[in-house]
């Protein structure tokens, strides 16, 4: 048994506001990693996009989240803060409102996700970005 730090930095390419599910890739960098029992902490590095553990067997669940937080934080709303746009304030605030890291445990060198489970990049701007991610991966080889 020997302890390992596995750690790489991702782009994940969004179309404008919405989720995008990026389960596969985390699931990719933890068969890499060869941990067979630890950690994988997941992180965005942006103010204006966050991270979720969601539903991923029914597309109608993220349109439902998608909704919710458009009510939650309409885009008409008095805000002050719009030096990069109309969507700056209420993509920060949607961002407050979730997570920027997720941590999700590794057990017999699997990601230990519910069935329906799926990580998603949430992108709360209207226009396309490239986001960067950090996976974080520490555990017993």
Known sequence: MAWVHYAEMIEVATQ?????????TV???????KVREGQCVIFVQHTSASLVI?????PTARCDLHAFMDQLVPDRGHYQ???????????HLKMALTRTSEAIPIVNQRLALGTW???????????PH????????????
């Open 117 to 127: 489970q799926g990580i998603f990049l949430f992108e709360h701007r209207d226009t």
């Open 54 to 58: 969601y539903e991923n067997a029914d």
């Open 27 to 33: 699931r990719r960098h933890c068969a890499a990693s």
């Open 16 to 24: 404008g506001r919405g989720t995008y599910e990026i389960t596969d």
């Open 130 to 141: 490239r986001r960067r991610l950090v996976i974080s991966i520490l555990g017993i080889a």
């Open 81 to 91: 803060h719009d030096l990069e746009g109309p969507d700056d304030a209420t993509s």
